[in-house]
T-cell receptor
Framework: DAKTTQPNSMESNEEEPVHLPCNHS???????IHWYRQLPSQGPEYVIH???SNVNNRMASLAIAEDRKSSTLILHRATLRDAAVYYCILSGRNTGNQFYFGTGTSLTVIP | GAGVSQSPSNKVTEKGKDVELRCDPISGHTALYWYRQSLGQGLEFLIYFQGNSAPDKSGLPSDRFSAERTGGSVSTLTIQRTQQEDSAVYLCASSFRLAGVPSSYNEQFFGPGTRLTVL
């Protein structure tokens, strides 16, 4: 498996920024870092992905450490709709056709 | 546009019966994945289809599980002689495979899943 390590759960107050960490110390040079999230009773949905440089999109930002052994998903202003399980996934030539979803981080947003 | 659809949304069956789960991928997507998610767990890869290539069946947990994809579009996951441990949500995803890019690089679009309960 392409291993990633995430905290089991995190809490955030509504409208505050959230930083969701992910460790991937065994990442290889060609592995991409993907983030997906799964809202209650739904299938996962894509959030963001990156390789080496930090990435921004309308949903979130991805900050990748210089050694690429860790990354952080940043939600700039958490809303109640952001309450979900967030998965950090490595993919690349060594992972074949598979995305390895761990148990992710369950984010609770407090009103 | 239309996303990935799955049917049925819920299926309750008795132990030992066979079940078929259906996935309609996004039109034009060449890659299709099946995953299983047990309660409180992450997703477990089952099988992958890409165009006319032989499927990657490396995640199927036993020979009771099989899947096919007809005409490069709709896929059916079949579980024979269901067991209680097969109870889970079965998720289907599709993606558009860019030429020369490993499949796992491409964004996957997931359906809502089929919740299977084996009594």
């Amino acid at each position: 498996d392409a291993k990633t390590t995430q905290p089991n759960s995190m809490e955030s107050n509504e409208e505050e920024p959230v930083h969701l960490p992910c460790n991937h110390s065994t990442i290889s040079g060609t592995d991409y870092i993907h983030w997906y999230r799964q809202l209650p009773s739904q299938g996962p949905e894509y959030v963001i992905h990156g390789l080496t440089s930090n990435v921004n999109n309308r949903m979130a930002s991805l900050a990748i450490a210089e050694d690429r052994k860790s990354s952080t998903l940043i939600l700039h202003r958490a809303t109640l709709r952001d309450a979900a399980v967030y998965y950090c996934i490595l993919s690349g030539r060594n992972t074949g056709n598979q995305f390895y979803f761990g148990t992710g981080t369950s984010l609770t947003v407090i009103p | 546009g239309a996303g990935v659809s799955q049917s049925p949304s819920n299926k309750v069956t008795e132990k030992g019966k066979d079940v078929e789960l259906r996935c309609d991928p996004i039109s034009g997507h060449t890659a299709l994945y099946w995953y299983r998610q047990s309660l409180g767990q992450g997703l477990e890869f089952l099988i992958y289809f890409q165009g006319n290539s032989a499927p990657d069946k490396s995640g199927l947990p036993s020979d009771r599980f099989s899947a096919e994809r007809t005409g490069g579009s709709v896929s059916t996951l079949t579980i024979q002689r269901t067991q209680q441990e097969d109870s889970a949500v079965y998720l289907c995803a599709s993606s558009f495979r860019l030429a020369g890019v490993p499949s796992s690089y491409n964004e996957q679009f997931f359906g809502p899943g089929t919740r299977l309960t084996v009594l």
